[in-house]
């Protein structure tokens, strides 16, 4: 089976480091599937934090990936490179890729790519891989979040926030969040947290001890960083993990690390883009084991927010800036 293809495709290209403005539709060259590689005509792709921060010009990408932003895309597969053993033409996937998604077409790795799961729509799976491997691999590989503890996420509504709730809660974890609205607070709720803070009224070190009877929180997971640092050292539990994934707050601050010895709390953090495909294949193995059965089920699935036109990723992005989604935003190429 063979799809004829076109020479050239959209893209979303970064005119120079700045706001959303430099977003810009391009026309480029269709990419050719590598070895090993598949080639999907993307039908959405998912926006997140890391793209906002290489339009800004703050996180390039690694080497030999893509210089078009965009880490999560779905959509058939239409060209196989070599020794792909996998897929073929035809499949539906979704997939982590380096950098690309903002394009008609994107390369893939076939292992960091995934079936799209049963009952999800393709703008529902582009949602998936950023978010979903992120959490994985945060929560429950470094975090190591277990069924009879309690999970402390801060920016609960977020693409991030509610992947974390949702999966945490799959697996039977306690969750507390932090968000900056009571009305956020009751979308966290819904989605199934045990509790939702608004850090702008409350104080959520005290709230979460009053919480859990004064044990704490077993695992935290932090993209603010900045003096969230101190605050969660405070209402970790004993033994407790704190794993960062992201420094919105801040990456300098003085900190006491006393608390870090007496309670004997491990700091860990992580980023997920630079990874290898190798690496990246793992995460992928994990989930495809022991998460997208519950996709499947439909005890979890991707909140999608707003949905905007690939030429209008400058809207999506002047929306995730204002923080006024809850869930996903997604482009879609048609």
Sequence with gaps: MSVMLPETMLAIGIKNPGGPEVLVPETRHVPVPDKGQVLIKVAAAGVNRPDILQRKGGYPPPKGASDIPGLEISGEIVAVGDSVARYQVGDLVCALVPGGGYAEYCTVH???ALPVPDGLSLKEAAGIPETFFTVWTNVFDRGALRPDETLLVHGGTSGIG??????AKAFGSRVITTTGSDEKCRAALHIGADRAINYRSHDFVAETLAFTDGVGAHVILDMVGGDYIARNYAAAARDGRIVQIAFQGGSKVDVDFVPLMVKR???TGSTLRPRSVEEKAQIAKALEARVWPLL????CKPIVHATFSLQDASQAHRMM?????????ILVTE
């Design 110 to 112: 076939e292992t960091n």
């Design 162 to 167: 509610t992947t974390a709730i949702m999966l």
């Design 265 to 267: 709390l491990t700091h």
């Design 296 to 299: 499947a089920q439909g005890r």
């Design 321 to 329: 800036e204002s923080g006024s989604h809850t869930g996903k935003i």
